[in-house]
C-alpha cells in the first residue's frame, strides 16, 4: 500500500523559511522520479519541484527558482523541500509524490499546511 507522510508545514511570516518533507512507502522509492505539488485554496494543484531518480537532476517552477531546494534521500524513503524567503503567494498544501514513465503514482497524502503571513 502506498503511503505519503507530509510533514513540516506551518504558519510562517513572509521572508521565513520551511522545510517540508515527505517519508514514502509501498514501492521502490530510489527507482522514482520524486516532486513537490501545492494546492492553493480555489487554484488547481500545481507541480512545484522535482527530482530524478537517476541523476539527482531537479526542476523548479518560476515562482519558486532560488528560494526553494528539493533534495531527496534513498536511505530514508524521503524527499524534502527547503523553502526560504518565503511569500505569502507561497500559502498553499503541499503533497508530494512520485512519477515513472511519466505517470504519477495514483494516491495522494493528506498533505502539509503551509501559510505565509504578510
Known amino acids: 500500500e502506498v503511503q505519503f507522510v507530509e510533514s513540516g508545514g506551518g504558519f510562517v511570516q513572509a521572508g521565513g523559511s520551511l522545510r517540508l518533507s515527505c517519508e514514502a512507502s509501498g514501492f521502490t522509492f530510489k527507482d522514482y522520479t520524486m516532486a513537490w505539488f501545492r494546492q492553493a485554496p480555489g487554484k488547481e494543484r500545481e507541480a512545484v519541484s522535482c527530482i530524478s531518480n537517476v541523476d539527482d537532476t531537479t526542476y523548479y517552477v518560476d515562482s519558486v527558482k532560488d528560494r526553494f531546494t528539493i533534495s531527496r534521500d534513498n536511505t530514508k524513503n524521503t524527499v524534502y523541500l527547503q523553502m526560504n524567503s518565503l511569500q505569502t503567494e507561497d500559502t498553499a498544501v503541499y503533497y508530494c509524490?512520485?512519477?515513472?514513465?511519466?505517470?504519477?503514482?495514483?494516491?495522494w497524502g493528506q498533505g502539509t499546511q503551509v501559510t505565509v503571513s504578510s
Open positions: 509524490n512520485g512519477q515513472s514513465l511519466g505517470a504519477l503514482i495514483n494516491y
